[in-house]
């Protein structure tokens, strides 16, 4: 034996048996990433399951562009995983209606003529989610008729065949659960299903949805949609601009390192932006900047700017099929031959940012008097930290190469990995913790930042401040968001403490510094905390780990002879059993900020200089609990 014959893999013959062939749904079920992006378990927003939801609802939205249905019912029953999605348009064609649910490539998106600048064009959305649900049931209601059909695991189990029905409106509706085979114990945020229905309504003016039985309806569009995200007050009324396929609302806010976007392509959100987006940053900037007539840098003139952006464009190419990036350079696709006359999507976009944001200052001198004071704070702002931020980046980059802090992975957030929206990063307290992490992690996906001890309050402290600190300064260095969220290496940031006092006081620490310097990393739904189990129940034949005081209970009700073991802290977790833990059944809690939490207000409370009302506020609301001895016979 040499070198050689230990470190080559040995191949499984290649012949004629190793070619297979899948049908469409076997495919799906095999790959799901290719079609959903991730399976999950529900914790992030962005989990296969509310895609499953997006990629029905999308198809009556597009009944509803084409004018038809102005009503789309939706209903989750949360016990039984169970999602309903009703809409009024025309209906599936009756006689298509199985192959169009189960076939790929097939549909009537092709069809431009039919469906104009529609969100699905590639014949997978609805196939997809019949083939990743146990149970999958369509229904078209069209003309006096009716056909359903229900399937299993993406395989038929029944048709009804075409029938008579005078009794309902046209529409289509489908049902399905997601199959817990591929999605694990998986549980449905409300939260995140309202937010979608939300945009929706905002997207589409004249639409009504209901969810569980509460209506949604928008009558200002994205005006609307930004009055109820921003999470501080404007430094000047929002400015809303509409014309043609293009719409956009737009101000400034302070305690804010860079600009955010709720961006949209045909009623999709693009989470991760895009060409129309990048058309819009670059536009704005020309436009104000030609206003104000001094030569500051696009970065600084879009400090802190909050905009909800939408452009409808026909037959959009995005990066991916969960459609989160568009990809699209014109307001229409090639021709056959390649070439495009079609206007460029950033000449598009510029020429309508000219004609109405310059005259809307030019009209409006208060705001332009606004707009101006905070792009000449923001010049300040990045005058007085240059120097101190230079010296602090070289000493980031020095540390990074031999950081101890940080146990890196190989796939990151901001590449074009198959995996990189798996990316993530454990935020740990001390080397004990992150000790265990760090042995039991993937190291394909998941890092570890280890924290020295407590990190800094940032509650009253200047973004200076922030370079200043060793800390502070690798840690944002890291997740590389200085400059902006495109730039974003991690799509999970977790905080992974103990749960105990000083475990939660590092949480709240950690999440003071997001909200004061980077509260677009929370309100885009990258942050979450790790949730560790409390106990081990376990006998000879089983072990049961248990989060809650409920769980353990019933777990020593279910494990005779059991032994108990309390966990003080993830150090005391050893690697081989933390493997469980960050795994696939991971347990995140995801970091939501609602629509009426008012950030400054809480952390001036918490993490302020009140003492003496923050001290009357413990002592009027403390437990006090009798330490638990756990005695089992």
């Not at 562009?65 to 016990?79: D, R, W, Y």
């Not at 190291?443 to 402290?461: C, E, H, M, W």
Request: charged share 30%; with cysteine.
């Amino acid at each position: 034996m040499n070198d050689n014959d230990i470190f080559t893999p040995q191949a499984a013959e290649y012949n004629d048996d190793s070619i297979v062939h899948l049908e469409d749904m076997e495919h799906i079920r095999l790959r799901p990433g290719m079609y959903i992006g991730k399976l999950g378990d529900g914790s992030s927003h962005d989990d296969g399951i509310y895609v499953l939801i997006k990629e029905v609802i999308d198809n009556s939205i597009d009944e509803f562009t084409s004018g038809f249905g102005k009503k789309i019912e939706v209903k989750i029953n949360f016990a039984e995983r169970r999602v309903s999605i009703r809409d009024y348009g025309r209906g599936i064609p009756l006689g298509k209606l199985v192959e169009a649910v189960s076939k790929l490539n097939t549909g009537a998106k092709y069809d431009s003529k039919v469906f104009q600048k529609s969100v699905g064009l590639n014949g997978v959305g609805t196939k997809a989610v019949n083939a990743l649900s146990s149970y999958f049931r369509v229904q078209a209601f069209r003309e006096g008729k009716t056909r359903w059909a229900e399937f299993a695991d993406g395989k038929l189990t029944t048709d009804s065949g075409i029938k008579t029905d005078k009794v309902n409106e046209m529409g289509t509706l489908v049902e399905f659960v997601p199959d817990a085979k591929l999605f694990g114990n998986y549980h449905f945020i409300s939260e995140y299903v309202e937010r979608r229905i939300w945009n929706y309504a905002y997207l589409n003016r004249g639409l009504t949805l209901y969810y569980n039985d509460r209506r949604y309806y928008s009558k200002n569009g994205l005006l609307d949609l930004l009055q109820r995200n921003l999470q501080s007050e404007p430094l000047y009324p929002i400015i809303h601009i509409k014309e043609g396929d293009f719409e956009a609302a737009f101000t400034h806010i302070n305690g804010q390192s860079n600009d955010y976007y709720y961006s949209f392509v045909n009623g999709q959100h693009t989470t991760e932006g895009g060409t129309h987006q990048s058309a819009f940053r670059e536009a704005y900037a020309r436009v104000v900047k030609e206003f104000i007539k001094k030569d500051y840098a696009p970065e600084v003139i879009r400090q802190g700017l909050v905009c909800a952006l939408c452009v409808r464009i026909q037959e959009p190419v995005f990066e991916a099929q969960t459609k989160t990036k568009l990809g699209s350079t014109h307001l229409e696709p090639n021709k056959v031959d390649g070439t495009n006359d079609s206007p460029l999507l950033k000449t598009y976009v510029l020429d309508i940012l000219k004609r109405h944001l310059d005259n809307y200052l030019h009209i409006h001198a208060d705001t332009a008097d606004a707009l101006l004071n905070k792009i000449n704070a923001n010049e300040k702002e990045r005058k007085e930290i240059a120097g101190i931020k230079k010296i602090a980046r070289e000493g980031a980059k020095k540390a990074s190469l031999n950081n101890r802090k940080l146990r890196d992975c190989h796939v990151h957030y901001n590449t074009n990995h198959a995996r990189r929206l798996e990316s993530t990063i454990f935020i740990t307290e001390g080397d004990s913790a992150s000790g265990s992490i760090t042995k039991s992690r993937d190291v394909d996906t998941q890092a570890v930042f280890s924290l020295r001890g407590k990190p800094k309050n940032t509650y009253s402290i200047s973004k200076a401040d922030v370079y200043r600190n060793d800390e502070l300064n690798l840690l944002h260095n890291a997740l590389d968001i200085d400059e902006s969220l495109d730039n974003l290496r991690y799509n999970n940031v977790v905080i992974a403490t103990d749960a105990d006092v000083d475990g939660m006081h590092i949480r709240l620490l950690l999440l003071t510094f997001f909200l004061r310097f980077y509260p677009e990393l929370i309100s885009s739904g990258h942050v979450y905390i790790l949730q560790t189990p409390l106990f081990r129940v376990r006998n000879k034949q089983k072990t049961t780990y248990c989060y809650t005081d409920d769980e353990r209970i019933e777990a020593i009700h279910n494990t005779p002879s059991a032994e108990i073991t309390r966990f003080k802290g993830l150090g005391e977790i050893s690697p081989d059993e933390f493997k469980n833990f960050i795994g696939k059944d991971m347990r995140l809690d995801p970091v939501i900020l609602h629509k009426d939490f008012d950030t400054k207000q809480t952390l001036s409370f918490y993490m302020g200089e009140n003492t003496p009302d923050r001290r009357d506020f413990i002592m009027r609301n403390l437990r006090v609990e009798d330490d638990e001895s756990i005695v089992v016979a």
